[in-house]
């Protein structure tokens, strides 16, 4: 394992200590890639797997915390529909542009709801910058910060 690896492993150990109880046991692949996108999960019989970009090396650390938080969002949710369902949920994403774009709005809501509202805000405003859309608008996030605060 190299070093961006290692550093990468010790900030998602510690997510998932604060923010993830239900991925404590779960056996995670951490593997690195070159890729365009930064970051990708599955979820195989055998385990989950996070692939991280090569981009990521060069980002801050601020930048792979806050990617690590949205791929965990997504690992949670695919442990809550179980691996078929989450493989066949894969299918549709490929082929489908509005199924994608629920599917990270999904995750989104998921950090929000985790506390990490703030940072959503900043990943907005970060894909932005870099012509990517963002499934929830700026008004949206505030709302469910708001809306989470009041919980
Ligand atoms: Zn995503």
Do not use: Q
Not at 24 to 46: C, G, M, N, Q, T
Not at 82 to 111: H, Q, W
């Amino acid at each position: 394992m190299n070093s961006y690896l290692r550093g990468y492993e010790k900030i998602l150990g510690r997510l998932i200590k604060k923010s993830f109880p239900r991925l404590k046991d779960k056996k995670i692949y951490l593997k690195e890639k070159d890729a365009p996108w930064r970051a990708h999960v599955s979820y195989f019989p055998w385990g989950l797997r996070i692939l991280m970009s090569y981009k990521l090396r060069g980002l801050p650390k601020k930048i792979t915390k806050r990617v690590l938080i949205h791929e965990l969002c997504h690992l949670e949710i695919f442990l809550k529909w179980g691996v078929i369902r989450t493989n066949l949920n894969f299918i549709i994403y490929l082929f489908s542009k509005p199924y994608r774009k629920d599917l990270e709005r999904e995750a989104n809501m998921l950090m929000i709801k985790k506390g990490y509202g703030k940072l959503a805000l900043d990943a907005r405003k970060d894909n932005l910058k870099r012509g990517i859309d963002y499934p929830l608008s700026e008004k949206e996030i505030k709302g469910y910060i708001k809306e989470n605060n009041k919980r």
